[in-house]
């Protein structure tokens, strides 16, 4: 059975004390972030194993739109953390589509949000 990992905070410190039964590694706070943000890159495949059938999504960092060279389609790209995109081309009759579920999404209470 692998033995339980840990992340502890030095107390008179930025650093931190990353422990798996006797080793431990002493990594400063960078290092920390940097750790999260590599796995977060790597969490939607790591749960994709786990659970081959389930649909996970990432956090977008931003979106940016724009016409291609024929004008044909929209150029839709998406930029996640430790920066990593996607960039798709859409019909724009998908995307008024898309626009008028969102517009119908964000007009409606929030579903978690406690009545008033």
């Known amino acids: 059975m692998t033995e339980k990992l840990s992340l502890e905070e030095v107390a008179d410190n930025s650093d931190f004390i990353l422990r798996r039964g006797k080793c431990t590694i002493r990594i400063?706070?960078?290092?920390v972030l940097a750790l999260?943000?590599?796995?977060?890159?790597?969490?939607?495949?790591?749960?994709s194993r786990i659970h081959p059938n389930a649909l996970y999504s990432s956090f977008a960092e931003s979106i940016g739109a724009g016409w291609d060279a024929l004008h044909e389609n929209i150029l839709v790209e998406i930029l996640f953390p430790q920066s990593s995109r996607i960039l798709v081309a859409v019909k724009p009759d998908n995307?008024?589509?898309l626009i008028e579920r969102l517009e119908f999404l964000?007009?409606?209470?929030?579903?978690?949000?406690a009545p008033s």
């Open 28 to 31: 400063t706070q960078e290092e």
């Open 36 to 47: 999260g943000a590599s796995a977060e890159a790597y969490r939607q495949r790591i749960l």
């Open 95 to 97: 995307l008024r589509d």
């Open 106 to 113: 964000i007009s409606q209470p929030d579903p978690l949000s």
